[in-house]
């Protein structure tokens, strides 16, 4: 609902391309692809079976002779897929031909938003220097997957954390709220929110784990995102050399980033030679970004949301643009915060239904006589 339309129609490309790439890499064998799940965010061994993950490590450490026991670790296919689709739209987006001209726009928000002090830029020194020394509390160690995951979560975090910010300055803008009272409550939620989130993934893991363990997961339930970073750690951390190197299973994944380069350009040439069709408009690094969108365990959202997408951004907008402008975002956020909430009940719910169904049979039965002699008591 708040997503551009343009941006969503390209997305919607990648997908189109999600579902002929990935069929292509698992039918067409490519990376030994039948011989494991057709979508997991786990390592496997050659055979078939999950990889031994603890047998390849000495104190938390690769070790070269175990590894010769066990042998090579695989990808799923479509895991593979989109590490390589993930490169190439990161190396699109790095020689993007598009934009390159400053395009200065009056913002009324922003001319209202001067009769506020901005935030000093020592506040953000400050930030950086105390989440910079976080950081450093881990180390990239060859061989040391533990230490690899930390580097990947302080590598993307800060990248999508950065771009929350962002946006909730410019609500913060368009609500005409001073900056700094922004700034602070922006700190403070993400203080609060961490603890929460630490809170909520020791209940669903306790309550959802043979879920969060399987390889698909549920329609609700998925661990796709802690596989993800399990096998990354595993592969980047440990197995890098074998697993990427020239030569070996996935030397495509790092040569991605290269070949991405060159993927917006056919886009240009033709732009320059037909200004007037619309090659503009075509994003390499989004299409290319959901070009394996769908390689994770829970899909059952896509066709909803491109639909409502549609919907909402072309023909309630085009037909209805006093109505969008007022209550579309309103919506959307009240939408989103709905769902949060409701999440957050109905794990709570199920928690609760786990503790009555551990009740030994004799105990439920005594509180059951209990209740109803109150009952007819109170009667």
């Given at each position: 609902?708040?997503?551009?339309?343009?941006?969503?129609?390209?997305?919607?490309?990648?997908?189109?391309?999600?579902?002929?790439?990935?069929?292509?890499?698992?039918?067409?064998?490519?990376?030994?692809?039948?011989?494991?799940?057709?979508?997991?965010?786990?390592?496997?061994?050659?055979?078939?079976?999950?990889?031994?993950?603890?047998?390849?490590?000495?104190?938390?450490?690769?070790?070269?002779?175990?590894?010769?026991?066990?042998?090579?670790?695989?990808?799923?296919?479509?895991?593979?897929?989109?590490?390589?689709?993930?490169?190439?739209?990161?190396?699109?987006?790095?020689?993007?031909?598009?934009?390159?001209?400053?395009?200065?726009?009056?913002?009324?928000?922003?001319?209202?938003?001067?009769?506020?002090?901005?935030?000093?830029?020592?506040?953000?020194?400050?930030?950086?220097?105390?989440?910079?020394?976080?950081?450093?509390?881990?180390?990239?160690v060859p061989g040391n997957p533990v230490a690899n995951?930390?580097?990947?979560?302080?590598?993307?975090?800060?990248?999508?954390?950065?771009?929350?910010?962002?946006?909730?300055?410019?609500?913060?803008?368009?609500?005409?709220?001073?900056?700094?009272?922004?700034?602070?409550?922006?700190?403070?939620?993400?203080?609060?929110?961490?603890?929460?989130?630490?809170?909520?993934?020791?209940?669903?893991?306790?309550?959802?784990?043979?879920?969060?363990?399987?390889?698909?997961?549920?329609?609700?339930?998925?661990?796709?995102?802690?596989?993800?970073?399990?096998?990354?750690?595993?592969?980047?951390?440990?197995?890098?050399?074998?697993?990427?190197?020239?030569?070996?299973?996935?030397?495509?994944?790092?040569?991605?980033?290269?070949?991405?380069?060159?993927?917006?350009?056919?886009?240009?040439?033709?732009?320059?030679?037909?200004?007037?069709?619309?090659?503009?408009?075509?994003?390499?690094?989004?299409?290319?970004?959901?070009?394996?969108?769908?390689?994770?365990?829970?899909?059952?959202?896509?066709?909803?949301?491109?639909?409502?997408?549609?919907?909402?951004?072309?023909?309630?907008?085009?037909?209805?643009?006093?109505?969008?402008?007022?209550?579309?975002?309103?919506?959307?956020?009240?939408?989103?915060?709905?769902?949060?909430?409701?999440?957050?009940?109905?794990?709570?719910?199920?928690?609760?239904?786990?503790?009555?169904?551990?009740?030994?049979?004799?105990?439920?039965?005594?509180?059951?006589?209990?209740?109803?002699?109150?009952?007819?008591?109170?009667?």
């Amino acid at each position: 609902m708040w997503q551009p339309l343009w941006f969503q129609l390209n997305s919607y490309i990648g997908i189109c391309f999600t579902y002929i790439l990935m069929s292509a890499v698992y039918y067409g064998d490519i990376w030994k692809a039948k011989n494991f799940p057709f979508m997991s965010q786990a390592i496997f061994a050659e055979d078939g079976s999950e990889y031994n993950q603890t047998a390849l490590l000495t104190n938390g450490r690769f070790d070269p002779e175990k590894f010769e026991k066990l042998g090579p670790a695989y990808f799923s296919a479509t895991n593979a897929l989109g590490l390589v689709t993930a490169n190439l739209s990161l190396g699109a987006l790095s020689m993007n031909p598009w934009n390159k001209s400053v395009f200065l726009v009056y913002d009324v928000h922003y001319e209202k938003m001067k009769v506020y002090k901005q935030i000093p830029r020592w506040w953000y020194v400050i930030v950086l220097i105390g989440a910079y020394g976080c950081a450093q509390a881990t180390y990239m160690v060859p061989g040391n997957p533990v230490a690899n995951m930390y580097g990947a979560l302080y590598g993307g975090q800060p990248i999508s954390q950065g771009i929350g910010f962002l946006q909730d300055l410019k609500l913060g803008q368009y609500v005409k709220l001073a900056p700094r009272v922004t700034f602070c409550m922006q700190i403070t939620g993400t203080v609060v929110g961490a603890l929460l989130n630490y809170v909520m993934m020791l209940s669903i893991i306790e309550n959802q784990r043979p879920a969060l363990l399987s390889i698909s997961g549920t329609r609700l339930w998925s661990g796709q995102n802690a596989q993800s970073y399990n096998s990354n750690a595993i592969a980047w951390g440990a197995l890098a050399p074998h697993m990427f190197s020239p030569g070996s299973t996935y030397h495509i994944v790092p040569l991605s980033l290269v070949i991405g380069l060159f993927l917006p350009l056919p886009f240009f040439v033709a732009h320059r030679m037909w200004p007037k069709v619309g090659f503009n408009n075509f994003s390499t690094p989004i299409i290319m970004l959901y070009s394996c969108w769908l390689a994770v365990g829970i899909n059952t959202q896509v066709n909803t949301t491109m639909a409502i997408g549609v919907f909402i951004q072309w023909w309630v907008r085009t037909r209805y643009p006093r109505w969008f402008t007022k209550y579309n975002y309103i919506v959307a956020a009240g939408l989103d915060g709905g769902t949060q909430v409701i999440m957050f009940i109905l794990n709570l719910l199920s928690s609760a239904r786990r503790d009555i169904a551990s009740i030994p049979p004799m105990v439920g039965q005594r509180l059951q006589l209990v209740h109803r002699s109150l009952c007819a008591s109170s009667q």
